[in-house]
């Protein structure tokens, strides 16, 4: 099965998908409108009312989200893509690299592997059929002990044979799941981004309304931390197929000695597998890390909140101060006033 063909598959749907945001402009208009309404006439009447002048830059957030909503597909989504893509290009490098030269090396592996089997004569004839067979005719059939001889050879070339067979079956088994449980994590976030992207204008959109313009941090970061999620998972596949290449790398050195006799038994290669499968389903705690996938604006507001509190706190506490100390000294004044009074008299 050839993933890579699934993978991009799911990358052409993204694109085939994204023209549908246009059609939740309408509606995101209409949210975003009303929204400016309030949010425009409150500061207004807010200023008139303080007989304050208007400031004006704070009433251009509606307009340029507004701006935003009527150019999503190109001007959020078409830069967002655009700054994302390059991380995405270089991780995928990265795994077509570490692929390429494990591929190599494991052919070189396989060669050499071979050829220290024929070197040595008790294992020659268990990879070779032509050196089983010349150990049949230099024996001969003379009486039934080399009949059950035969016997045990074939028996234990069988045995060989159903051993590699078994380890193959298990680690193409292993690599299946290994590939699907990346295609998984990126059926996953395909999904995840065609929902947050379609429905991305209307989240512009309830933005604009006072009180609710956290929902938009927070849609720009879990549309980056979903986004990130491929490049995660590139990464894990190109550390993991790295390791298998210097384990390799070792084998073939190790391979490399004529005295050297190789075992059958390769099956840490297969933990590798193991895992991987369970490192993909911890890409998306990895890409929270990276960036915040709440978005932040809880913390932030709840500091704010706690600081301004404070500061009324500090405020209230200093004008009691302050009110105390004015009471003494008009107090002391006033009594020296009656004071000079009374010695007048």
């Known amino acids: 099965m050839d993933f890579a063909s699934l993978h991009d598959l799911l990358h052409s749907t993204y694109d085939e998908m994204m023209p549908l945001c246009a059609q939740m402009t309408g ?45 999503f597909p190109t001007v959020v989504l078409g830069t967002m893509n655009a700054v994302l893509s390059p991380v995405v ?28 089997y024929l070197r040595n004569p008790e294992t020659a ?13 230099e024996m001969g059939i003379i009486g039934p002990e080399d009949a059950v001889t035969i016997a045990g050879m074939y028996a234990e070339r069988a045995a060989y044979q159903t051993k590699q067979w078994i380890m193959k079956m298990v680690h193409d088994l292993l690599e299946l799941l290994f590939h699907a449980a990346g295609l998984i994590i990126d059926t996953l ?12 204008p209307i989240v512009f959109g ?40 210097l384990m390799i790398e070792k084998d073939i050195e190790a391979l490399s000695d004529p005295n050297y006799l190789p075992d059958s038994g390769t099956w840490y290669y297969i933990v590798f597998f193991l895992i991987g499968i369970v490192g993909y389903f911890c890409v998306p705690t990895v890409a929270g890390w990276i960036i915040e996938a709440g978005g932040g604006i809880g913390s932030y507001g709840r500091n704010v909140n706690q600081t301004a509190r404070h500061g009324a706190q500090g405020a209230y506490t200093g004008g009691k101060a302050a009110m105390a100390g004015a009471g003494a000294a008009v107090g002391n004044v006033g009594g020296r006033i009656k004071g000079a009074l009374l010695k007048g008299k």
């Open 27 to 71: 509606i995101a208009k209409g949210i975003a409108g009303l929204g400016a309404l309030f949010y425009i006439a409150l500061r207004v009447w807010a200023s008139i009312a303080r007989a304050e002048a208007i400031d004006v830059f704070p009433l251009l957030r509606p307009f340029v989200l507004g701006f935003c909503i009527m150019f």
């Open 125 to 137: 004839y268990l990879v070779s059929n032509e050196k089983f067979d010349e150990k049949i005719e």
């Open 89 to 116: 290009q270089g991780t995928e490098m990265m795994v077509h690299q570490q692929e390429g030269n494990l591929a190599e090396l494991t052919a070189k592996r396989d060669k050499l592997q071979e050829e220290a």
């Open 206 to 245: 309830i933005a604009v309304w006072d009180g609710l313009a956290g929902s938009l941090t927070a849609w720009f970061s879990r549309y980056i931390s979903v986004y990130l999620w491929l490049p995660v998972s590139s990464i894990l596949t190109a550390l993991l197929t790295k390791i298998q290449v």
């Open 189 to 200: 976030r395909t999904f995840i981004l065609i929902v947050l992207a379609i429905l991305g």
